[in-house]
């Protein structure tokens, strides 16, 4: 390796201390990941974690021959009731390395998820270089690796972690193409993006965005269409989710459903609305380094990398205004946003050690010193956050719940992570009540709730009602009035259940 094409970087001067640094910085990101691993997947929103980890263990049991029969229907039941939100593409890897162990050990699915993050600061290290400098990509991949939400979020078993490493990957392919406009960079920009887009559809929020903005600011319009490097781009890009699309809507009409409460253009003129979603953003990213990436956009150099960055802003704010219930309320839609704010200040960093000056040694000392710290004081966050939260006993409660209720106990509940944890550890399918959110949810999309009608509805032929929120139990008095009527049969610190039978 030639040391001078970084002659005048801080981190590059010397490729040993450079690899040395390098090797430390994924070393601490996989160490504070892999911290406290077998916990329950409760640790960050239990309930998109085990709608994956029903599909998952569904598609295990359905040719575990080893498993009780009623078992496995019962697995494979619960499977085809989650319907379809986009390709299982995490639940069928994990399927497959459940049948190679022989266990469905939910730790696994973890493991993929922490694997493909960390592939994602691989490449996000050479797009920052690219795009920035080497200094900019050490600094840039400290934030992505060491940020503790993303150190959270990164464990979780859903599809985010793996869009967030796949839309890194697109963009270095996009960078690439850029640079050397040949058939090989823009077949893989092509095939990527499809990828990332077929893996999670809102993506495309974050993808074909860009691609306009190239087309039409560095491009050219009229260039582009007589480009037959770019029509093949964007077929590749488009055709994988157009397919999985036609496949779920106009064939099974399994993604059907996944279209509606999702549009609430209603919320746009509420100023609260902006504030939630404000929030949301400052407590992924920090609101303060949220503001240091965007300035850090108009640092880059090269004027077509500055497109990339802007039109994915542009994009990001089109997908908050395209979902902004969600984008409000469900911290993990800001995950994507956590690379590219480490690219603004990556940026931002570049600057300030072009411009530093001072003796080296000294220099270099407190700059290493000062990194060191912050990174020390945000693993250990993390470490703190995962071992504050232990989870393991809940699979015992629900197991001996199991046991309360009786074998096939049809069950109307209100319960944890909407009757998740019952059915994966109770092995009982529970009709699930909302919660006071899933009122408002549908208040606000204009639906009207009479909740005695709905509980009539919910619980006929069903044998029981199961409570465990009692905090929601608490703030719907019209549900406990009416449970009033029914006799107690069972009741404990955790729960309450009544016998709705008569």
């Keep these: 390796m030639n040391n001078k094409p970084f002659e005048n970087t801080f981190f590059a001067k010397n490729r040993y201390i450079m690899w040395i640094i390098l090797v430390f910085i994924f070393g601490l990101g996989l160490v504070i990941r892999f911290y406290d691993l077998t916990d329950l997947p409760l640790d960050f929103h239990g309930t998109r974690q085990l709608h994956s980890a029903l599909i998952a263990r569904g598609m295990y049991y359905q040719k575990l021959e080893s498993a009780p029969e009623w078992q496995r229907d019962m697995a494979v039941q619960q499977w085809k009731a989650e319907g379809l939100i986009e390709p299982p593409v995490m639940e069928r890897l994990t399927a497959f390395t459940y049948a190679l162990v022989g266990h469905d050990h939910l730790w696994i699915p973890r493991v993929y998820s922490i694997l493909f993050w960390m592939l994602g600061g691989v490449a996000l290290f050479l797009l920052i270089r690219e795009m920035i400098g080497i200094d900019g990509a050490f600094i840039g991949l400290i934030y992505y690796l060491i940020l503790p939400y993303g150190a959270i979020a990164s464990r979780a078993f859903q599809p985010d972690p793996l869009l967030t490493s796949l839309l890194i990957v697109s963009n270095l392919a996009i960078v690439k193409w850029l640079k050397y406009n040949n058939w090989k960079w823009a077949i893989l920009s092509g095939i990527l993006g499809g990828l990332t887009i ?186 703190v956050t995962l071992k504050r939260m232990d989870y393991r006993q809940e699979q015992v409660f629900w197991e001996e719940l199991e046991d309360v209720l009786g074998p096939a106990a049809s069950v109307v509940g209100l319960t944890h992570d909407y009757g998740y944890r019952m059915s994966y550890w109770s092995w009982i399918t529970p009709e699930n009540w909302m919660t006071t959110g899933d009122i408002e949810y549908r208040e606000l999309a204009g639906q009207e709730i009479d909740i005695n009608t709905i509980f009539q509805e919910q619980t006929a032929g069903k044998d029981y009602f199961v409570v465990t929120l009692f905090g929601e139990f608490e703030n719907q008095p019209q549900l406990k009035d009416i449970l009033s009527n029914y006799p107690v049969v069972a009741q404990e610190d955790e729960y309450i259940i009544y016998d709705i039978r008569k």
Aim: no cysteine.
């Design 198 to 383: 077929f893996v999670k559809a809102t993506a495309v929020f974050f993808i074909i965005p860009v691609w306009i903005g190239l087309v039409f600011l560095k491009i050219g319009l009229l260039k582009a269409i007589k480009m037959p490097k770019l029509w093949v781009i964007g077929l590749l890009t488009v055709l994988p989710y157009a397919l999985f699309h036609i496949y779920g809507v106009y064939i099974t009409g399994l993604l059907t459903s996944q279209f509606a409460l999702r549009f609430f253009p209603n919320m746009w003129p509420d100023p609260v609305f902006y504030l939630r979603w404000n929030g949301e953003l400052s407590s992924v990213v920090g609101f303060e380094w949220f503001l240091i990436s965007l300035l850090g956009v108009f640092l880059i150099k090269k004027r077509e990398h500055r497109v990339m960055m802007i039109f994915f802003w542009i994009g990001y704010f089109i997908y908050g205004m395209t979902f902004p219930f969600h984008i409000s309320t469900h911290d993990y839609y800001q995950l994507p946003v956590i690379p590219f704010v480490a690219i603004g200040i990556g940026a931002g960093a570049e600057l300030l050690f072009r411009n530093i000056k001072g003796n080296k040694y000294v220099l270099s000392v407190v700059v290493l010193g000062v990194l060191l710290f912050g990174i020390t004081i945000k693993a250990w966050d993390v470490r």
